[in-house]
């Protein structure tokens, strides 16, 4: 598969075909290490990429005595109004 190397502001990109990023498990917005190897780029996931949030996940994980509670963070420093 052939794609073209693109101008984009100060840098150059490259389109990655949607079919590309799937066989690799990489979705849009995701972080992908390059790597450099006997002339060739290598794109393979990011070993830290952060994986897709789901919120109904992340309230599942909630201790059930949970109460949200204000903090005091004193009184503003700069131009902040309230």
């Not at 990655?16 to 849009?28: C, D, T």
């Not at 390059?34 to 949030?53: D, E, F």
């Not at 005595?65 to 963070?73: G, H, I, K, Q, S």
């Amino acid at each position: 598969m052939e794609t073209k190397v693109q101008k984009w502001g100060n840098s150059h990109g490259v389109r990655l075909p949607q079919a590309i990023l799937r066989e690799i498990g990489v979705s849009p917005g995701e972080v992908v290490d390059l790597q450099v190897a006997m002339g060739k780029i290598i794109i393979k996931p990011s070993p830290g990429r952060r994986k897709k949030i789901n919120l109904e996940e992340l309230v599942k994980k909630m201790p059930k005595n949970y109460r949200v509670e204000e903090f005091d963070w004193g009184r503003p420093v700069g131009r902040e109004f309230w």
